[in-house]
């Protein structure tokens, strides 16, 4: 009996996807749950399972094609695969000879199959630096390779890569003929590449923004000494109770819930002629992936204390950085804020992620004079940027955010005290 493999619900305001890979070939044998194909959407790489064991009879829908919910992708044959090897093992005379034989080719199908099993970001970096997944030590769940495998395999190859540049000088008269000068020239050193639909996506939405929302930015600084000492001070004890590390993050996010439950606007959205105002605060929090750009939502955040928002937090980038959110866990938030400081940002203008109606800007935090009572110092500063809907928004209102964020970065003890 032939079993249908279909475009599973892939999420809110998501009614497409992209067949990225297929894990598996026509006649290979599937375990039930077994990861069959992977979709690509516009927000997630997501895996298609077995909903049963069997074979993989057909597959309709190919790498590349663009499939709605509910499309047909393959069939799978139930119970198929079992039967096929059975034959094998009954007539051992018959087969004993030719068993020797195949046996050189037995590495390369566990490295193809491996290399299929792989998360997506995995098998990204394997690919990007030309890496063969059986030579890397797996300590993953179940043998699986991860991606500080890959990336404890790439630190320790430096000791035996210096040799392989010297060849190169040799190789270099063969490409001395001359390249035709001009635009021809230039096209054949040119790579064309399909975008992905995530960096499709955040195209479109980032266009969105910029085309429907009344964009601006305000800018504020603030001085993160006392952020500093109070992290200092406890920093190892909270580790400790907790298991998870005191970052800036939870501050920042537990600044700005103060901050929205005094000026509403910031945390609602437009919906035609209405204004939704949220009395709930989903945070997004910007984080950056090998495949681009994508926002967790840390949920009921105003909810969570420290520790909780900080492992709800490494527990999303995580799984963001090994392709594995799922779509609930990227929808819906009131309000993001986004940290380039982790990259070395001074300043920017971050642009609304919406229907949001704001955005927070954080930076990197940098020593700078400062005039403190009267005297010059060196204080660590970040400049702190709100971009913001204006057609929701009045200015004045984006300043006082910015103004009550600064305050309790400044005077942690204000968000202990909701003052």
Same mark, same amino acid.
């Given at each position: 009996?032939?079993?249908?493999?279909?475009?599973?619900?892939?999420?809110?305001?998501?009614?497409?996807?992209?067949?990225?890979?297929?894990?598996?070939?026509?006649?290979?044998?599937?375990?039930?749950?077994?990861?069959?194909?992977?979709?690509?959407? /516009?927000?997630?790489?997501?895996?298609?399972?077995?909903?049963?064991?069997?074979?993989?009879?057909?597959?309709?829908?190919?790498?590349?094609?663009?499939?709605?919910?509910?499309?047909?992708?393959?069939?799978?044959?139930?119970?198929?695969?079992?039967?096929?090897?059975?034959?094998? %093992?009954?007539?051992?005379?018959?087969?004993?000879?030719?068993?020797?034989?195949?046996?050189?080719?037995?590495?390369?199908?566990?490295?193809? %199959?491996?290399?299929?099993?792989?998360?997506?970001?995995?098998?990204?970096?394997?690919?990007?630096?030309?890496?063969?997944?059986?030579?890397?030590?797996?300590?993953?769940?179940?043998?699986?390779?991860?991606?500080? /495998?890959?990336?404890?395999?790439?630190?320790?190859?430096?000791?035996?890569?210096?040799?392989?540049?010297?060849? =190169?000088?040799?190789?270099?008269?063969?490409?001395?003929?001359?390249?035709?000068?001009?635009?021809? =020239? &230039?096209?054949? !050193?040119?790579?064309?590449?399909?975008?992905?639909?995530? &960096?499709?996506?955040?195209?479109?939405?980032?266009?969105?923004? !910029?085309?429907?929302?009344?964009?601006?930015?305000?800018?504020?600084?603030?001085?993160?000494?006392?952020?500093?000492?109070?992290?200092?001070?406890?920093?190892?004890?909270?580790?400790?109770?907790?298991?998870?590390?005191?970052?800036?993050?939870?501050?920042?996010?537990?600044?700005?819930?103060?901050?929205? !439950?005094?000026?509403? =606007?910031?945390?609602?959205?437009?919906?035609?002629?209405?204004?939704?105002?949220?009395?709930?605060?989903?945070?997004?929090?910007?984080?950056?992936?090998?495949?681009?750009?994508?926002?967790?939502?840390?949920? /009921?955040?105003?909810?969570?204390?420290?520790?909780?928002?900080?492992?709800?937090?490494?527990?999303?980038?995580?799984?963001?950085?090994?392709?594995?959110?799922?779509?609930?866990?990227?929808?819906?938030?009131?309000?993001?804020?986004?940290?380039?400081?982790?990259?070395?940002?001074?300043?920017?203008?971050?642009?609304?992620?919406? *229907? !949001?109606?704001?955005?927070?800007?954080?930076?990197?935090?940098?020593?700078?004079?400062?005039?403190?009572?009267?005297?010059?110092?060196?204080?660590?500063?970040?400049?702190?940027?709100?971009?913001?809907?204006?057609?929701?928004?009045?200015?004045?209102?984006?300043?006082?955010?910015?103004?009550?964020?600064?305050?309790?970065?400044?005077? *942690?003890? &204000?968000?202990?005290?909701?003052?």
């Amino acid at each position: 009996m032939a079993l249908e493999i279909t475009v599973p619900v892939l999420g809110e305001s998501v009614s497409e996807a992209t067949v990225a890979k297929w894990l598996k070939k026509i006649g290979d044998p599937v375990a039930m749950d077994e990861p069959l194909l992977e979709l690509e959407t /516009d927000k997630v790489t997501l895996e298609v399972n077995a909903t049963s064991a069997g074979t993989l009879a057909e597959i309709v829908a190919e790498e590349g094609a663009t499939v709605e919910v509910g499309a047909l992708l393959g069939t799978l044959s139930d119970g198929a695969g079992a039967p096929a090897a059975k034959p094998a %093992e009954s007539k051992p005379e018959a087969k004993a000879e030719p068993a020797p034989a195949p046996a050189p080719a037995a590495p390369a199908a566990p490295a193809a %199959e491996q290399h299929d099993t792989l998360s997506p970001a995995v098998r990204k970096l394997i690919d990007d630096n030309k890496l063969k997944a059986s030579d890397i030590k797996a300590t993953g769940k179940d043998g699986r390779l991860t991606k500080e /495998d890959v990336l404890r395999f790439l630190e320790s190859r430096p000791t035996e890569m210096p040799a392989a540049p010297a060849p =190169a000088p040799a190789a270099k008269p063969a490409p001395k003929p001359a390249v035709p000068a001009g635009p021809r =020239a &230039r096209a054949a !050193q040119e790579e064309r590449v399909r975008m992905t639909r995530l &960096r499709q996506r955040i195209a479109e939405r980032l266009k969105e923004a !910029q085309d429907t929302a009344a964009m601006l930015t305000t800018f504020n600084e603030v001085d993160m000494t006392n952020l500093l000492a109070v992290r200092n001070s406890y920093k190892d004890v909270f580790e400790k109770k907790h298991g998870v590390k005191l970052g800036f993050m939870s501050f920042f996010v537990k600044a700005c819930i103060t901050a929205l !439950q005094e000026l509403p =606007a910031v945390n609602a959205e437009i919906e035609g002629t209405d204004i939704i105002y949220k009395n709930y605060y989903d945070i997004g929090v910007a984080v950056g992936t090998p495949s681009g750009l994508v926002v967790p939502v840390v949920r /009921d955040a105003d909810k969570l204390n420290f520790a909780g928002v900080e492992k709800t937090i490494g527990a999303l980038g995580k799984k963001a950085r090994d392709g594995k959110l799922s779509m609930e866990e990227l929808s819906g938030g009131t309000f993001t804020i986004s940290n380039g400081g982790v990259y070395g940002s001074l300043m920017s203008t971050p642009i609304i992620n919406p *229907p !949001q109606s704001a955005i927070l800007g954080m930076h990197k935090t940098m020593e700078r004079p400062m005039v403190v009572n009267g005297k010059i110092e060196a204080r660590p500063m970040m400049y702190l940027a709100l971009s913001y809907d204006h057609r929701i928004i009045d200015g004045k209102e984006a300043v006082t955010f910015l103004v009550r964020v600064k305050e309790c970065i400044e005077d *942690p003890q &204000r968000i202990l005290l909701d003052v």
